[in-house]
């Protein structure tokens, strides 16, 4: 299996960050949305169960709900 490509490391408290990474199995990339963990104060990082794997033609369904979240937050705050 090949190394995933994390594009970012979002701390989510002191000991678990959510990964979003480029994946690949079976020889199909994907984008994979991770919760990791640690227990040696982050030298290393292990994935959990959960999380959530897209395919590549479901991108740009995930990025218009993150559009309109953003849209609809940014109302909230005004």
């Keep these: ?12 408290s002191a000991t678990e960050e959510i990964h979003i990474a480029i994946s690949e199995y079976k020889g199909k ?18 994935p ?14 995930v990025k218009n709900a993150i559009e309109e979240a953003q849209k609809e937050l940014a109302e909230q705050e005004e």
Excluded at 32 to 46: A, L, P, Q
Aim: charged share 30%.
């Design 48 to 61: 959990t169960k959960k999380g959530v794997t897209f395919t590549p033609d479901k991108l740009d369904e």
């Design 1 to 12: 299996m090949a190394e995933n490509k994390i594009l970012a490391a979002i701390p989510r």
């Design 29 to 46: 990339k994907y984008l994979d949305m991770r919760v990791f963990y640690t227990t040696d104060d982050g030298i290393n990082w292990n």
